[in-house]
């Protein structure tokens, strides 16, 4: 199994809402990641989990709020998004020693109104 | 700090060889790796070289050298599906980051 699996796909929230967006592997990957990547633009890095632990904050806004339950879960949750925030968000995992590829999942893209 | 660049856009020919260059300046660095993306979807792994050399996959091969901060990946017998941009990522592996360059469209014509 290389599969890093994102729920929802596609998802439109208002300003106002509180939604999470969900990334789930199973090949023992320590090293979990959330990059947001707009329009024609390379993915940004977001957050680093390493070992179940937030080991890089990109200084990314308190609107978005990371979670890692377990080794094989990373949640993103969000609250009271703007417009500019509307993006594709891609989580990735890789080994810890970062000796192998980085593998993403589909993404989830997110519209904000 | 770290600093990655490609160039912005390339266009090629059905069938034949295309280079895209990489420069980085990582602090940390554990490796460099090749990402093809289609518009609209996730990137997809192609490459991922750590020592010097040349790694070869099929019609897909990637070269680095450590001590020039460069890597190129270089596209045979090139395809229409070909189409795509193509993200150069360096591995910082002191902090545990995947940083991705700006990408490279690549335009392939008949």
């Known amino acids: 199994d290389t599969e890093v699996t994102q729920t929802p796909k596609h998802l439109v929230m208002g300003m106002t809402n509180k939604k999470s967006l969900k990334c789930e592997q199973h090949?023992?990957?320590?090293?979990m990641y959330w990059y947001k990547q707009k329009a024609k633009k390379p993915p940004e890095l977001m957050f680093v989990y390493s070992y179940e632990k937030l080991s890089i904050n990109e200084s990314v806004p308190s609107r978005f709020s990371p979670e890692c339950p377990n080794s094989s879960l990373l949640n993103l949750h969000l609250h009271a998004l703007q417009p500019e925030d509307s993006a594709l968000y891609l989580c990735?995992?890789?080994?810890?020693?970062?000796?192998?590829?980085?593998?993403f999942g589909q993404g989830t893209r997110l519209t904000v109104v | 700090g770290q600093n990655i660049d490609q160039p912005t856009e390339m266009t090629a020919t059905e069938g034949a060889i295309v280079q895209i260059n990489c420069t980085y300046q990582?602090?940390?660095?554990?490796?460099l790796f090749w990402y093809q993306q289609h518009a609209g979807e996730a990137p997809t792994f192609l490459s991922y070289?750590?020592?010097?050399g040349l790694e070869e996959k099929g019609r897909f091969s990637s070269f680095l050298s450590r001590s020039k901060g460069y890597s190129y990946l270089l596209l045979k017998e090139l395809q229409m599906k070909d189409s795509a941009s193509y993200l150069c990522a360096a591995f910082s592996g002191g902090y545990n980051k995947l940083i991705f360059g700006a990408g490279t469209r690549l335009a392939v014509h008949p």
């Open positions: 090949m023992g990957h320590r090293a």
């Open positions: 070289n750590v020592l010097d």
């Open positions: 990735a995992s890789s080994h810890q020693s970062g000796t192998t590829e980085a593998f």
């Open positions: 990582t602090s940390g660095f554990n490796g």
